[in-house]
């Protein structure tokens, strides 16, 4: 149990890439009479994976239990990160006195306390979902940012690669990948072959491929490449390029699958 005096408060926030989900907080307070009354409240989510938060003034007493559920909608794992925190003050500013728990919440796992446990919002597994890719200009790489507050790990990506008649002197193209920090490109992967010349292939990059190979499928030929582990964060960019980069090159036809986390 956790002291509860006049002038504290209970915070709990949330932080989640699905908007709508409408939480229900309930939670007991042992009276110093030995009486327990029952509290509730509630929160709706946002999809921004910014903080929203509710403050509930609580009675002088011991806190029994909290648990924050959801009352409406559904939440899969790691779409949504919940803490729960002791603080001193009813209004704000606020001093954080005790993190009571801090996990991810779903449809059918609750946060309580004081079963839950203190997790980082980046622990575990991740949510696994899609995106597709807006076509870059011609002869423009493609450049993808994370949401802001998001982790994304890059688990596959594909795309077309349309390449012009122009030889441009018998060099050729390869399709690569690689995470840039600022104007820094960190480890890049190779599709290790060179594409000839007036031709559309589709690429995909899967991480833990053993090894490189492509193959003729309907009117497409596919080339398949391993995709090491790339983890991006809003202010880290991953990149799509052909190499050497011709300025009449097309990428099209992108779509990219991730594991997020919300960072907290």
Not at 59 to 69: A, D, K
Not at 111 to 117: A, D, G, I, K, Y
Not at 209 to 225: F, L, M, Q, V, W
């Given at each position: 149990?956790?002291?509860i005096q006049n002038g504290d408060s209970i915070k709990i926030s949330s932080f989640s890439s699905k908007a709508g989900v409408v939480l229900k907080i309930y939670g007991q307070i042992l009276l110093p009479g030995g009486k327990i009354i029952p509290f509730e409240d509630g929160l709706t989510t946002t999809a921004t994976r910014l903080e929203v938060s509710k403050n509930i003034t609580v009675?002088?007493?011991?806190?029994?239990?909290?648990?924050?559920?959801v009352s409406s909608g559904s939440l899969m794992h790691a779409q949504c990160f919940i803490k729960a925190e002791h603080?001193?003050?009813?209004?704000?500013?606020?001093?954080?006195?005790k993190t009571l728990f801090s996990d991810y919440i779903t449809t059918n796992t609750n946060?309580?306390?004081?079963?839950?446990?203190l997790n980082k919002s980046f622990?575990?597994?991740g949510y696994t979902s899609y995106v597709y890719i807006n076509d870059p200009v011609v002869g423009q790489p493609v450049n993808l940012t994370a949401p802001t507050n998001a982790i994304w790990k890059i688990l596959f990506f594909q795309i077309d690669l349309i390449s012009t008649a122009n030889t441009h002197g018998g060099y050729g193209?390869?399709?690569i990948a690689y995470k840039r920090i600022t104007n820094i490109p960190g480890q890049t992967y190779y599709a290790h072959r060179k594409q000839p010349v007036s031709v559309t292939e589709e690429y995909q990059f899967v991480?833990?491929?053993?090894?490189?190979?492509?193959?003729?499928?309907?009117?497409?030929?596919?080339?398949?490449?391993n995709l090491g582990e790339i983890i991006i964060q809003e202010t880290e960019i991953f990149v799509i390029a052909s190499f050497p980069f011709w300025a009449d090159d097309t990428l099209t036809n992108g779509a990219i699958q991730y594991e997020e986390w919300i960072n907290v």
């Open positions: 149990m956790i002291r009675t002088n007493g011991y806190l029994i239990s909290i648990s924050v559920g603080q001193l003050g009813v209004q704000a500013p606020y001093t954080s006195l946060c309580t306390f004081p079963e839950s446990p622990n575990g597994k193209r390869e399709l991480t833990d491929t053993p090894e490189s190979y492509y193959g003729d499928y309907s009117a497409k030929r596919r080339n398949i490449a």
